[in-house]
């Protein structure tokens, strides 16, 4: 065979088989661009062969379309489900999509998500039995256009959050012996604002770290009202004067508690001797990076872990320290099981570590 028909021979077998996501020479800059991210920061990097990735994701595309974003969703969700991220989702201005490794929700968890859209009960204060106070810690989340610029980012964030704390501050007015921080219809968002939100109970100091396996901690912590990734503000309050300071501090979590919640509850682990009582969260407490590609065209990854100020790093759901099951009762707040049980603890009463 003459050199030059060989190599083309050869360039020709080359570009069958070789682990890009090209088929037939076309290749999906959309797919390419997510790869190479999640390739490089993923904290499931090193779990996948990506030869093979590349290979069965590129398989996947929907070449009955033309559009390069409509062509990778199949493709990137399979990314996805393969890497093992159930946190990650990619999403464009009407649609979006994650891992097919969903997980099944019961009937008890279908109330709950009916109760976290109503904010009637996803945000509110109370007063309980006249001593303690209640304070249910929404879903809160910027648009996608506020967090493309960091300066309108940190505004917007730090606006939420202080309309969160003011609420939280009212409860300081009350001559109370507990607080209890309802985080069982918190399903996620942006953890800032939560953060923010909570500052008064914080106080300044390291929140908890993220950590990865490629590069050092990053520090979350709490200076003069203002929360910081080590040099970066994300949020800033005003000072209030409220505090809650030798008050009992009970934190509660339930099933549908995802994401920036869960994140949030570590971030309470801060508080000496506050108690945790509720059921194991929803899974997704580990860190996202948020990557722009396009107009209106972006995607999350599992970027790091939570470490909390003891050394304990999260690494799935976040489990409190006594678990009541069911027993939820928005409506009725005394009737509430886990409330009662919150209530037990601040009045010093003995609770097993598990309660059915």
Not at 110 to 135: C, M, P, W
Request: with cysteine; glycine share 6%.
């Amino acid at each position: 065979m003459k050199p030059i028909l060989r190599n083309l021979y050869l360039l020709a077998i080359l570009m069958i088989f070789s682990p890009t996501t090209s088929v037939f020479g076309q290749q999906n800059t959309i797919l390419d661009s997510v790869i190479r991210v999640l390739e490089a920061k993923s904290i499931y990097k090193n779990r996948v062969n990506w030869n093979r990735i590349k290979i069965t994701t590129s398989e996947t595309l929907d070449r009955t379309v033309l559009d390069p974003v409509e062509q990778a969703l199949p493709a990137i969700r399979r990314l996805y489900t393969e890497l093992g991220d159930k946190h990650g989702i990619f999403m464009t201005k009407t649609k979006s999509v994650r891992s097919s490794r969903n997980d099944e929700h019961s009937t008890s968890d279908s109330i709950l998500y009916q109760y976290a859209f109503n904010e009637n009960y996803a945000f509110r204060t109370a007063v309980i039995d006249h001593k303690y106070g209640y304070f249910s810690l929404p879903s809160s989340q910027l648009t996608l256009e506020e967090s493309k610029d960091s300066l309108i980012a940190v505004t917007r964030v730090s606006q939420m959050a202080q309309q969160l704390q003011d609420s939280l501050c009212s409860l300081s007015n009350y001559d109370l012996k507990g607080l209890i921080v309802d985080l069982r219809l918190c399903m996620g968002g942006t953890l800032w604002i939560d953060l923010g939100a909570l500052i008064p109970l914080l106080g300044d100091g390291n929140l908890f770290s993220i950590t990865n396996t490629g590069s050092k901690d990053e520090q979350i912590r709490l200076v003069n009202g203002s929360i910081y990734i080590n040099n970066t503000k994300q949020v800033s309050t005003s000072l209030h004067s409220c505090s809650f300071k030798g008050k009992k501090i009970v934190v509660i979590t339930g099933p549908i508690t995802g994401s920036a919640g869960e994140q949030t509850a570590v971030a309470l682990r801060k508080i000496k001797d506050a108690k945790f009582i509720g059921e194991p969260t929803a899974g997704y407490l580990t860190m996202t990076d948020l990557h722009h590609l396009s107009d209106g065209v972006s995607f999350t990854y599992s970027a790091g872990y939570a470490r909390d100020n003891n050394n304990q790093v999260y690494g799935d759901k976040f489990v409190p320290d006594i678990h009541i099951l069911g027993g939820d009762n928005f409506p009725s707040l005394k009737d509430d099981e886990k409330i009662k049980a919150a209530i037990k603890w601040m009045e010093g009463q003995y609770l097993p570590h598990s309660v059915n």
